[in-house]
Each structure stands twice: as C-alpha cells, then as structure tokens.
C-alpha cells in the first residue's frame, strides 16, 4: 500500500500519442513491476526491473517501453504502437526481484485513449 | 509458460455463507500467493504459502497449498460485505516473476 505513487489517477490521450505514466515508490525496494489490467480481467505483466538500470520485458510488452535510472523510479511509456492503449495499469515493488517476494501496489492509472 | 486456472470466475453468495477459491498450476510450485483487490483498488497482499500441505488462517480466512503443491485454495467463513472483491492467486514463474491468476471475483448480497 503505501510507498508507492502513481500519477495521474486518470489519464485521457488521443489516439496516436504516446503517453508517459509515472511510478515513484521510498520503499528501497530493488524490484518493480508493471501490470495491466483490463475489466473483468487478472493482471497481465509488461516490464520488470530487478535492479537499477536493467528490465526486462514481460508477456505483452509490445508497445510499451520503460527505464530504470533511479531506484525509486520506474515510469512506463505507452507509445502509439500499442493498439489497444485503454486500461488500468498498475504499478508495483518488491524488496527482491526473485519472485517469492511480497509485492506492493501502487494506487493505479486508469488510462483512456480517445 | 506456466498456466494458472482460477476457478470460479465469479461468486454471487448471501452474507454469511461461506465461499471458496481454487488456484490450480499445470506445474509444481515453489511458492503461492493470495491478493485481494477491493472494487475500483489495487491489489494486496493477503498471505504466502511454502509447504506442501500448509494451512495458514487469518481470523475467517482459511489459505492451503496442495500436498503436491499444484493447487491452493482460499476459503471464507461466514462472507461479509466486507469480504467484497477479486481475490487472484500468484504463483512463481520463469524469470523470477510472479504470475497471476485470472481472479475470483466475490460478490456478497445482504
């Protein structure tokens, strides 16, 4: 829960803009995670991070692009090849990048594209 | 890639009945977990299991892993209003990260 940012809550963009979400989280949490999720529907992961400067793509990273200068930092940019942009994305940290870890969520960004 | 088959998708129970949620894995598991995710909120985190066969309880919340540490099950006594909202197991997947499964969405009528 707390810990980590997320901003804006709703986002609305036009159709072929690319559109940066930002992700902030004062956990010291090596690891951070990018989710989407549609209605009605599990979490699907995009990017991770395991540690400064490196990530890795998920299931459907296609369309999307990330960095991970900072630690506390991880933003998420859906850029104009991502066909189906409208989602709730979510955000989140853990204190290792192992996958046994707890993970913490972010608040969300609820992103339409018009 | 590893498959996780959630079932029920969705649960429509009077309060005060009891409801239960499988997570079933085509693989054997090292580790689950249990996230709960309120209406319109975001998931969080509710318990980790490790044992084959534990069973772990959080006042009406009852969570076990398998024996063969394929499936789990959360279980709740006595649903409240309270209990409302998609509860999604989380398993540990190839390259270190956790999959989720496609939830149990719980809704509890007065």
């Known amino acids: 829960d707390g810990g980590i940012t997320q901003s804006p809550k709703y986002l609305f963009r036009k159709e072929g803009q690319n559109v940066t979400l930002s992700c902030e989280q004062n956990l010291n949490h090596d690891a951070m995670y990018w989710y989407r999720q549609d209605p009605g529907q599990g979490l699907r992961l995009i990017y991770y991070?395991?540690?400064?400067?490196?990530?890795q793509k998920g299931d459907i990273a296609e369309g999307y692009s990330v960095s991970r200068e900072k630690k506390e930092s991880f933003p998420l940019t859906v850029t104009s090849a991502q066909k189906n942009p409208t989602a709730f994305y979510l955000c989140?940290?853990?204190?290792?990048?192992?996958?046994?870890?707890?993970?913490?969520f972010g608040p969300g960004t609820r992103l339409t594209v018009l | 890639g590893q498959q996780v088959m959630q079932i029920p998708q969705y649960q429509h129970v009077q309060e005060g009945e009891d409801f239960t949620t499988y997570c079933n894995s085509s693989?054997?598991?090292?580790?689950i977990q249990w996230y709960k995710q309120r209406p319109g909120g975001h998931p969080v985190f509710l318990i980790q299991l490790v044992k084959s066969g534990e069973v772990k309880k959080q006042k009406r919340l009852t969570f076990q892993f398998g024996e063969a540490k394929k499936n789990s099950s959360l279980h709740i006594t006595a649903t409240q209003t309270t209990d409302v909202g998609t509860y999604f197991c989380a398993l540990t997947g190839g390259g270190n990260k956790l999959t989720f499964g496609t939830g149990t969405q719980l809704k509890v009528e007065l």
């Open positions: 989140a940290s853990s204190r290792a990048g192992d996958g046994t870890d707890t993970q913490y």
């Open positions: 693989t054997t598991l090292s580790n």
């Open positions: 991070s395991q540690i400064v400067n490196d990530f």
